[in-house]
């Protein structure tokens, strides 16, 4: 397996297809537009350039990489590729449309990852007719630098197909770990109620957003406070995480906080809007 497509061209989108051509595959990105694609082809020449800067990649290495990085924005140039990795926008409609398209479109025995950070991978491969290979591949933010892979079974995820994803993320230089389908599976089951709890301290005045995010650093040894985090992961991709936990789960715990789902509604998505807990103008 060498030719990968990877649907979007956003910042998870780019970052997946960048360590995929660093690593010898030949990468077909696709979005709706040409825009955001030559966006994402700068994002990815950028963040190579940096590391030629730093030591970590060869200039010759950096072009053979950008040169096995093709777009297209029409979804029919899955069809020659052996797996396809979805890293569209995090809502659960989209990604059924986009799926039972890929299932049609794509090569018989072509593997359907998505990137979903929530959503239940049984759900999606129940629009195709290939559930045993629909498979989550949850890559972490920036995917360049960060070495966690959750890899997500669903309920018709064949050993095989779960084995050969597992492979794949270790080939990227990834550390895969096999998890189960639950709403949020483990990285945002555990992280999206610190951050919401941060919300919630903000809006009831406990302490400033800075005050909170030094807490957490200094005193949690996290490398970022949960608020800076949340701007870089996009409130509205907290908000939505939030929602599947709270729909899919049941508790009221996992209840988004009035603060953040107001901030959304306002285009305060945070790092991508210019604006979110902190100012990025």
Known sequence: MKKVAVIGAGQMGNGIAHVFAQ???????????????EKGLATIRGNMDRQVKKGSLAEADRDAALARIRTATDLGAVADCDLVVE???ENQELKFRLFADLDRLAKPGAILATNTSSISITAIAAQTKRPELVIGMHFMNPVPVMQLVEVIRGQATSDSATVLVMDIARELGKTPVEVNDYPGFVANRILMPMINEAVYALMEGVATAEAIDTVMKLGMNHPMGPLTLADLIGLDTCLAILEVLHTGIGDP???PCPLLKRMVAAGHLGRKSG??????A
């Open 253 to 255: 715990k996992y209840r």
């Open 23 to 37: 690593r010898g595959w030949d990468v077909m990105m696709l979005d709706l537009a040409q825009g955001p694609l």
């Open 87 to 89: 890293a569209a926008s």
């Open 275 to 280: 604006r979110g807990f902190y100012s990025y």
